[in-house]
């Protein structure tokens, strides 16, 4: 029964991440505790959901980001912070757990295809509207068009629930599933594509067409479908309005780029000053000024729109080299595990998972998604679903070997 109850609560996460905050950290709030009392009544001892190295990677950069806060230059934003890296933490290993059972991940695809059609008639509501249908959120308006957030408070939010969960929906047309199932999934895959365009987001683009081409690398078809993704490419280069691929600003300079060098400029200021302590975990938008040696005009009391540098800039250089050793070993194992096997089912969901985990990580080097909650918990819900796909694989492969 509480096994059943933080599967449900994790179903309604995922689709909470999309329009309330309070649902999400409520849901969130049950998953935990009726996870926690499983782990009590276990009688083995607390097993690791996913492989040893993967999991010291991951619980080293965790500690490292805790213990931040003892040194931290402002302890009431790094307090914030332990409980923001813990939530994700629990949100990875729950997912990770709780998604094995094949019946589970079934309707978890379920609930993020119907999610993804509720954010097409929202987004295409709000675009005609004004505003949207659910929480009444109005258009941000553009020198490239008006910007679509749908349910989210912004397009960039959007954008990047896009990137991460598309490709696992572009993964299940692969298989048999029914007509009107596929016929669906096909719908929502095009809500999502139409959405990101509107979206506007240039980066978004880059970082979700970098995660279709991750995704083709594993078909028989790759070089077909790869010169139809970079064809596609340079014609939307070509044919987009021009406002679309270049943002000036007054001084008549590549806007967007222009500000991102200062941006990260100043984030490697903090990293040169604080290189193996940080600033304190969640603090680098009110600490980046005091360490900030060109002090220019531009972007002041921004976020580094580079998750990787505000990560060393926060909690260190070893912080951040045990994040990436967690991601290779994530990637690592997950190869390994599609070299081996036949299901084709589950092997193609955990390369749509792959496709859109590297689809996020290549859209946090030039923008926060790795410091908003809603964006960086789907990312972690995305990566322990991953987990879920090899434990099942990893199962399933014991049981045909014993048989």
């Not at 014609?235 to 406002?243: A, D, K, N, T």
Request: proline share 3%; charged share 15%; aromatic share 16%.
């Amino acid at each position: 029964m509480i096994d059943r109850i933080v599967y449900l609560a994790s179903l309604v996460f995922l689709a909470s991440l999309t329009f309330s905050t309070a649902l999400m950290e409520i849901s969130f709030g049950v998953a935990l505790a009726g996870w926690l009392l499983l782990k009590m009544k276990e009688k083995s001892p607390l097993s690791f959901p996913c492989e040893r190295k993967m999991f010291f990677s991951l619980l080293v950069f965790v500690f490292l980001s805790v213990i931040s806060f003892f040194w931290s230059e402002f302890p009431k934003q790094s307090f914030r912070g332990i409980f923001k890296i813990l939530q994700q933490f629990f949100i990875f290993w729950i997912t990770a757990e709780t998604l094995i059972p094949q019946d589970r991940r079934e309707t978890a695809l379920r609930v993020l295809v119907f999610v993804f059609l509720f954010l097409g008639f929202d987004g295409m509501w709000q675009y005609v509207a004004g505003k949207d249908l659910l929480r009444q959120i109005p258009i941000e308006m553009a020198s490239s068009g008006p910007r679509v957030s749908a349910s989210f408070h912004n397009y960039g939010l959007l954008a990047a629930f896009i990137i991460s969960f598309c490709p696992l929906l572009v993964s299940q047309l692969e298989g048999k599933a029914k007509k009107s199932t596929l016929f669906l999934t096909a719908l929502a895959i095009v809500f999502g594509v139409l959405l990101l365009f509107w979206t506007r987001l240039r980066g978004g683009w880059i970082a979700f067409l970098a995660g279709l081409a991750f995704f083709l690398g594993f078909q028989r078809k790759r070089k077909f479908l790869l010169g139809i993704l970079i064809a596609g490419t340079l014609v939307s280069l070509f044919f987009l309005p021009r406002e679309m691929t270049i943002h000036l600003d007054g001084l008549g300079k590549e806007q967007s780029l222009v500000e991102r060098l200062y941006l990260w400029d100043r984030a490697i200021d903090v990293i040169e000053a604080r290189p193996w302590t940080g600033t304190g975990i969640n603090t680098y938008k009110v600490a980046h000024e005091k360490y900030d040696q060109r002090a220019s005009w531009r972007v002041k009391g921004y976020y580094a729109h580079n998750g990787y540098l505000q990560i060393a800039a926060e909690t260190g250089l070893p912080s951040l080299a045990f994040f990436l050793a967690f991601l290779f070993f994530y990637f690592r194992n997950a190869f390994q595990f599609l070299a081996r096997g036949s299901r084709k089912g589950e092997k193609g969901s955990l390369r749509g998972i792959l496709a859109g985990v590297a689809g996020f990580l290549i859209l946090g080097t030039i923008d926060t998604v790795f410091h908003n909650p809603q964006s960086v918990l789907g990312f972690w819900f995305l990566a322990g679903w991953g987990i879920a796909c090899q434990n099942a694989l990893f199962s399933k492969s014991l049981v045909g070997a014993k048989g």
